[in-house]
């Protein structure tokens, strides 16, 4: 667990090294900015914010103020973006606090998102949700794969392959994750399985464990596997498609063969937006 949170730490430190601790308002300064000036970032992991959590910090800030500045960049000359820190930013404006303190970076999208991650991760403040769409959103950008992110965020391969998979749930699966009604381990099982929003109510309903949902659940997939053996070609097929435009694909044919259907699989509308301009052209 240390060596994981050194190599987090390491991480983020990269991210957000500075050459100077000055007060000139420059890059990598430290500054005193007015509240209003300071904007969210769209693409910052976290989205739940507690409101007990944040009342609670809002009365400590209100008693000694803020001790850590929060990270921001520039948007424009008098506007700035939180890259990490947005917890901080919305329990100062709790409090009526006008003005806090701001280290400003240079950072690109990329970057800014992959320190907005490594922070929360630190803090452990992200649901399974954000994480995994945090790490589909890095790898999604440029010159960043499996390997690399794995390095950033200090978390195994599998690990990230795992989160990520949760996406292909349901998204009322997804808000019940979220809100702690069920727990990953519960929508882990539940991957793959048709009727799986109505087992998670079940979840909810009975107390199931994950245990009994995992036997539930495998009954189902072995059926279907067993009834689902497609002809390697198709699956070769599958996997060329998959490839070329960088969604999960799916061959589908009738019992005659002689017709059928592709299923293709988004798991946000930036990636339905973008495969709306693939097939467009």
Known sequence: MNKEKNKLGRGLSSLLSSGTDTLSGGEDSLVIVSISLIITNSHQPRKDFKKEELQDLASSIRSQGILQPIVVRKKSENLYEIIAGERRWRAAQIAGIHEIPVIIKNMDDNQALQAALIENIQRENLN????????????????????????????SKSHISNMIRLLELDEKILDLVISD??????????????????????????????????????KYKKKRKNKNNKDPNI???????????????????????????????????????????????
Request: aromatic content about 4%; hydrophobic content about 35%.
């Open 235 to 281: 699956l070769d097929l599958e996997k060329e498609l998959s490839e070329k435009i960088g969604l999960k694909t799916s061959i589908h044919f009738n019992d005659q063969g002689s017709s059928g259907f592709i299923t293709l699989y988004y798991s946000d509308l930036d990636q339905l937006d973008e495969l709306m301009k693939k097939l467009k052209k």
């Open 181 to 218: 009604k069920i727990s990953m381990g519960h929508a882990r099982a539940l991957i793959g399985v048709p009727n799986g929003l109505e087992l998670a109510h079940e979840i909810i309903n009975k107390k199931l464990s994950v245990r009994e949902i995992e036997k539930n659940a495998s």
């Open 128 to 155: 399974p949700v954000e994480e995994a769409r945090a790490y589909q959103g890095l790898l999604g950008g440029e010159n960043l794969d499996s390997d690399k992110l794995s390095n950033i965020v200090g978390k």
